[in-house]
């Protein structure tokens, strides 16, 4: 079936420590996107990408970096540098036409130990 | 820049019953889309029903209707027939004009379907 897997469900990070989450879709969208959803709220967005090798800081991008080497994957690193990096992470896809519906992934929840 | 507002940090509705979730949103584009997702206490985000700007009829998705009234700037989600698996978190989010298409998202509405 085709759609968006993220890796892992569940991440610790140790402070100091920068660590990467994964995303693939097999929906051959353009466009991949990255949010960060805090307990009770909406979703921010981090960075999105509308293209290979191309990609765009959102509202909330400091502390974080992506890639964009394929289509089909558009990992997220979350740094050291990004002091509250607890939260629930989504990301998401979606194809070119305006009335596109994105597509998410089952998320990965990050936390501090 | 575009602001999405939903008034309702949660709702109860006995099953069986319609409710109406409520969103209202900001922007100076005349055109724009308006989506309206759900997301279950396990997490994903589940697509439920589309509204674009210059849409001339509500739409409809099965048991999801979208009230759309442009020049209130309001775009109320309606469940009709609730169901205990209706029970999760409803978000409403806007995408605006462009190559970005990028969605900003309101703060949700949390329904409990009542038995």
């Known amino acids: 079936d085709g759609g968006i897997t993220q890796s892992p469900k569940y991440l610790f990070r140790k402070e100091g420590q920068n660590v990467t989450l994964s995303c693939e879709q097999n929906?051959?969208?353009?466009?991949m996107y990255w949010y960060r959803q805090d307990p009770g709220q909406g979703l921010r967005l981090i960075y999105y990408?509308?293209?290979?090798?191309?990609?765009q800081k959102g509202d909330i991008a400091e502390g974080y970096s992506v890639s964009r080497e394929k289509k089909e994957s558009f990992p997220l690193t979350v740094t050291s540098a990004q002091k509250n990096p607890t939260a629930f992470y989504l990301c998401?896809?979606?194809?070119?036409?305006?009335?596109?519906?994105?597509?998410f992934g089952d998320g990965t929840r990050l936390s501090i130990l | 820049a575009q602001k999405i507002t939903q008034t309702q940090p949660g709702m109860f509705v006995q099953e069986k019953e319609a409710v109406t979730l409520d969103c209202t949103y900001d922007?100076?584009?005349?055109?724009?889309?308006l989506f309206w997702y759900k997301q279950p206490s396990s997490g994903e985000m589940i697509f439920l029903i589309y509204?674009?700007?210059?849409?001339?009829q509500n739409a409809t998705e099965g048991r999801y209707s979208l009230n759309f009234q442009k020049a209130r700037k309001s775009a109320n989600l309606v469940i009709s027939a609730s169901q205990l698996g209706d029970s999760a978190m409803y978000f409403c989010?806007?995408?605006?004009?462009?190559?970005?298409?990028?969605?900003?998202f309101g703060s949700g509405t949390q329904l409990t379907v009542l038995p």
């Open positions: 998401a896809s979606s194809d070119s036409g305006s009335n596109q519906p994105q597509h």
């Open positions: 929906l051959n969208h353009d466009a």
């Open positions: 990408s509308q293209i290979v090798n191309d990609f």
């Open positions: 922007t100076s584009d005349q055109s724009y889309g």
């Open positions: 509204q674009g700007s210059y849409d001339e």
């Open positions: 989010a806007m995408r605006p004009p462009g190559s970005a298409r990028q969605l900003t």
